[in-house]
């Protein structure tokens, strides 16, 4: 049986915010965006320039490059990112720092698994962006980030992130939290601890201003219209140029055993994630459909 869930609550939405996650999977949401893209080029701004601020974590070593070769549309060439785990239990599974650890409802992260060089968001993005929340993500991948906001923006958009990396322990408040306060859709609210792309600190959930207009709906975080916003539209032609992919996209829930999530990016690597929007893929989909098992799952 397939358990569906939603991987991004992270327990501080609003109670009309929560309200329509439910609506996830409603009819209307079964309309693909429309493809609209606003042209922007990726910039070339250095992530050297970022890492140079004062408030800056320890260094991490370069991002890898998951790709080795420049011919990946034609193949399935991508070479896996090497999986050491296979052989433990998902429950003690601690991946290496790359890019690729496949992160499913089945193939769970240790509760020990921090990921390296945690920064602050608030050291290089500003509040509007931010909206003052504590976010963290991996260094590896504010640069690009930071690229693609700064564009979105002169492009006239206005993102904002809702949320990052979240801990084991800060995915199980936030699941506890689901539980009592709305025991009937927990597992469409929150994922369990461990089961979440977020704790792998390279997973963004973005937000618009247009949304709540969209929804009717004030202060809301998180709704499946998100792809019906400007910055959804944007995001969703123009994420992989900056090595941002869309985890859990409509067609993909039966695999993914998540619901549609169209705010939700996880940073792969710009050769990745323009593999998969050329193949109209997945991450988890192309991972499940080319690789052995990154652990093995504990019984539930
Ligand atoms: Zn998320």
Redesign the pocket.
């Given at each position: 049986m397939l358990l569906l869930l939603g991987?991004?609550s992270p327990g501080r939405t609003t109670a009309s915010s929560a309200a329509v996650a439910e609506s996830t999977l409603t009819p209307e949401a079964t309309i693909r965006p429309p493809a609209v893209s606003t042209g922007l080029p990726p910039t070339t701004t250095s992530l050297a320039e970022i890492t140079t601020s004062p408030t800056s974590a320890p260094s991490t070593p370069a991002p890898p490059t998951p790709i080795p070769t420049s011919t990946i549309a034609a193949t399935a060439t991508i070479t896996p990112s090497p999986t050491p785990d296979r052989d433990v239990l998902c429950s003690q599974r601690m991946p290496d720092n790359g890019l690729l650890a496949i992160v499913t409802l089945t193939y769970g992260l240790s509760r020990d698994y921090v990921p390296a060089g945690l920064v602050d968001l608030s050291a290089y993005l500003p509040k509007e962006v931010t909206l003052g929340y504590p976010t963290q993500l991996r260094r590896l991948a504010i640069g690009p980030l930071v690229n693609m906001i700064n564009d979105m923006q002169a492009g006239g958009l206005h993102p904002m992130i809702i949320?990052g990396y979240r801990s084991y322990s800060a995915q199980a408040i936030a699941r506890q939290k689901w539980a009592e306060k709305e025991p009937d859709r927990v597992n469409i609210l929150s994922a369990p601890p461990g089961f979440?792309?977020?704790q792998l600190g390279t997973?963004?959930?973005f937000g618009s201003p247009e949304l709540a207009e969209i929804v009717g709906v004030e202060d809301i975080e998180f709704h499946t219209y998100f792809y019906k916003t400007s910055e959804g539209i944007w995001l969703l032609e123009n994420a992989h140029k900056y090595g941002f992919t869309l985890?859990y996209p409509f067609e993909a829930t039966e695999v993914t055993g998540f619901f549609y999530?169209p705010?939700?990016y996880r940073y792969v690597g710009v050769e990745m994630a323009t593999f998969l929007h050329e193949q109209g893929t997945s991450l988890t989909e192309y991972q499940l459909s080319t690789e052995p098992p990154p652990c093995i799952p504990d019984k539930s």
């Open positions: 991987a991004c949320s979440s792309e977020h997973v963004i959930d985890s999530e705010w939700h």
